[in-house]
């Protein structure tokens, strides 16, 4: 019996991430771009997978219950407001809270794994549904991410150097981290001249959307590593979970979200126009 080499197994495990992406990044796209119910929908099983994957990798013996009221939350937001989903999150993070049958300290690991599973939906749902942008802002954060991630793949590959984070996630590099910001400042200078809109602030953007984003990938990294685990699930072929692909993605879009919450709320205490 002849022993696959490894870079046979990794050239095949590029070509099933390659075309995983390529079914995957159209299905979001219309996602994103059509909004509504199937947007709602969508982000709604997500945050339910993602609440089963947060609840397997930290050996939580709810992870039904904690699936179920990650989805619930979304719904709540389409549902309802802003105000419900908020509502429905502390609710859902007690409950889990409150039934889990271990130490308090694991009880508040599954009660955050329900902030984290549907708040990251969340973020790009309300993003889709602001005042500000909407579809546009929506499209530009998931474009602006990918070309972080492109951009820190390459440039990591290419140039090498120290890690970025030895500890947590040994093969990140600090070359790619810098190319994943070059790559989305100039998605920010594309996004500007696409929407009329200063370029030095949607500059700013890209760069902060980059870090914001690494940063979400290195948290679920040292998630991944106090749990000793490789793949939080594997329900996308090549990339593993859900949330080994959209850590990043997530926590940009509650980032981004979060601002133009408060700038909305800032427009409307002074009676300006969001426009």
Not at 26 to 35: D, E, N, Q, Y
Not at 79 to 106: C, M, Q
Not at 193 to 214: E, F, H
């Amino acid at each position: 019996m002849v022993a696959s080499r490894p870079g046979s197994h990794k050239s095949k495990e590029l070509a099933l991430r390659v075309v995983s992406a390529l079914v995957l990044i159209p299905f979001a796209l219309f996602v994103v771009a059509t909004g509504g119910l199937i947007l709602a929908i969508a982000c709604a099983v997500f945050a339910a997978i993602m609440g089963y994957e947060w609840a397997r990798m930290t050996a939580s013996p709810i992870m039904p219950a904690t699936a179920v009221l990650s989805a619930a939350c979304v719904i709540g937001a389409y549902l309802g407001d802003w105000s419900v989903a908020f509502i429905a999150l502390l609710v859902s993070a007690a409950i889990i809270g409150l039934i889990h049958p271990s130490r308090p300290g694991e009880r508040a690991v599954a009660a955050f794994g329900v902030f984290y599973s549907a708040g990251l939906p969340l973020g790009l749902f309300f993003l889709r549904d602001g005042v500000w942008y909407g579809q546009a802002a929506a499209l530009i954060l998931m474009g602006t991410v990918w070309a972080s991630d492109t951009g820190a793949y390459f440039a990591g590959r290419g140039f090498g150097g120290p890690p970025l984070s030895p500890r947590d996630s040994p093969s990140k590099t600090w070359s790619g981290a810098i190319g994943a910001v070059v790559c989305s400042a100039l998605c920010g200078l594309i996004a500007a001249g696409l929407l009329d809109a200063s370029r030095i602030a949607w500059l700013a953007a890209g760069v902060m959307i980059s870090v914001v984003a690494q940063w979400g990938d290195l948290f679920e990294s040292s998630l991944k590593r106090r749990y000793g685990v490789k793949d939080t699930s594997g329900f996308l072929p090549g990339h593993g979970g859900v949330m080994d692909r959209v850590d990043g993605l997530g926590m940009a879009a509650v980032f981004c979200a979060g601002l133009l919450a408060l700038a909305e709320g800032i427009h409307a205490a002074l009676g300006l126009s969001a426009g």
